[in-house]
């Protein structure tokens, strides 16, 4: 008898080097973008709202209320504001592709491929990141020919961008761990309305902190969006810092800026981190 011994199949190996991972991480952004944003109406439809309010709804109010604090006009006062409710809404909004993506995508090829799992995640934030970014310029220029009054400096709108951003990741932090939880889209979309349209009437988005009852106010007070807002208004209109005296209660706006920052860079990490052990979990299930 004639015995043939096969020998076991090498084991292949994949090296994750930092180029490796940067090339799976841009594949991923764009297959991510050909999903998401193949067309300008996915684009540009979602401002349509947040542009209403900032340039219709808002002049409309400045009349009836005209100036409630020395130095900025209502307009102005509800177009920052409106940063606020366009980031939440674009970011929580992705997290439906998520879903779909995973009933009925290539999530499962995905997961399959030899890349690290977190990669997905942030493939996914890159691409919701970029185009909540775009839609924000867009706003924001529109506020300012409809005559928003801004008062722009380097800093300024360092704090902005910092506000904006830090807000945008932890958004979708929050979007990315809801679409792993909630299995279908419809449960999903009843949850957005109630994470990210409703803090935005307790923000001090139309209003300031301070107007609330005093139940109301120290539960505006732990919203991220809050601080958010009260941060860009620092940044590019209440240079006094009013918005954020109504937080923290201080007399140096510098600090309290930093408070608010930190504050916005810990709800983001916090949920970047959780949103990436969620997906992991949800990932082997």
């Not at 102005?76 to 909004?93: D, E, Q, R, Y």
């Not at 979708?172 to 949850?191: D, H, M, N």
């Amino acid at each position: 008898m004639d015995a043939t011994l096969t020998a076991p199949a090498p084991s292949v190996s994949v090296r994750r080097t930092g180029r490796g991972r940067l090339g799976a991480l841009a594949t991923l952004v764009g297959r991510r973008f050909s999903l998401t944003a193949h067309t300008p109406r996915e684009i540009f439809v979602p401002l349509l709202t947040p542009i209403l309010f900032a340039l219709v709804i808002a002049p409309a109010l400045a009349k009836t209320v005209g100036k409630f604090q020395p130095g900025i006009d209502y307009m102005t006062f509800v177009a920052i504001a409106t940063a606020g409710l366009l980031i939440p809404i674009n970011t929580m909004f992705s997290g439906i592709g998520v879903i779909v993506d995973r009933e009925s995508g290539a999530r499962r090829d995905m997961l399959a491929a030899p890349i690290p799992r977190p990669l997905v995640v942030f493939g996914n934030l890159a691409v919701a990141f970029a185009i909540t970014t775009l839609q924000v310029v867009v706003l924001m220029v529109a506020a300012m020919l409809r005559g928003a009054d801004f008062h722009t400096s380097s800093t300024g709108i360092a704090l902005f961008v910092g506000g904006a951003s830090l807000l945008a990741v932890g958004m979708y932090g929050v979007a990315e761990t809801l679409a792993s939880r909630v299995p279908k889209v419809e449960e999903y979309i009843a949850a957005v309305r109630a994470i990210a349209i409703v803090p935005f009437f307790f923000a001090g988005s139309l209003f300031p902190v301070s107007a609330l009852p005093q139940g109301l106010a120290w539960f505006a007070r732990f919203l991220p969006l809050t601080h958010a807002i009260a941060l860009m208004r620092y940044g590019l209109v209440d240079r006094a810092g009013v918005g954020l005296h109504d937080i923290w209660g201080m007399s140096n706006p510098t600090v309290m800026a930093a408070l608010s920052l930190a504050v916005l860079a810990a709800f983001a990490a916090a949920f970047t981190v959780i949103s990436i052990r969620v997906f992991r979990k949800a990932a082997v299930q």
